[in-house]
Nanobody, 118 residues
Framework: VQLVESGGGLVQPGGSLRLSCAAS????????MSWHRQAPGKEREQVAS????????DYGDSVKGRFTISRDNAKNTVYLQMNSLGPEDTAVYYC????????????WGQGTQVTVSS
């Protein structure tokens, strides 16, 4: 089982990034997916989630209107489009998969660093 995030990097305030998370080794299409982030000295927080079929999405208050989660089940990939980035968005971003049939089965990626700085 693997979840591999990519697309992180350094971006200026007000800029955009698109994160990707490629899944393998499990039935991606039956898993709800989510993005989480952890800033230095802070607890990990969930920023966005999407159901197995993409029909329902949810966002944390701090990113609503700026971030968009989407998925492509044909490509076993989930995305996070991040716009209007600010320094407060600096964190390591992780993707998570949760089995829609067994909520205790959870997989995590290794994370990708996003740094927002001028």
């Amino acid at each position: 089982v693997q979840l591999v995030e990519s697309g992180g990097g350094l971006v200026q305030p007000g800029g955009s990034l698109r994160l990707s998370c490629a899944a393998s080794g499990f039935t991606f299409s039956r898993y709800s997916m989510s993005w989480h982030r952890q800033a230095p000295g802070k607890e990990r927080e969930q920023v966005a989630s999407i159901t197995w079929d993409g029909s329902i999405t949810d966002y944390g208050d701090s990113v609503k209107g700026r971030f968009t989660i989407s998925r492509d089940n044909a490509k076993n990939t989930v995305y996070l489009q991040m716009n209007s980035l600010g320094p407060e968005d600096t964190a390591v971003y992780y993707c998570q998969g949760r089995d829609s049939y067994s909520a205790a089965r959870v997989y995590w990626g290794q994370g990708t660093q996003v740094t927002v700085s001028s």
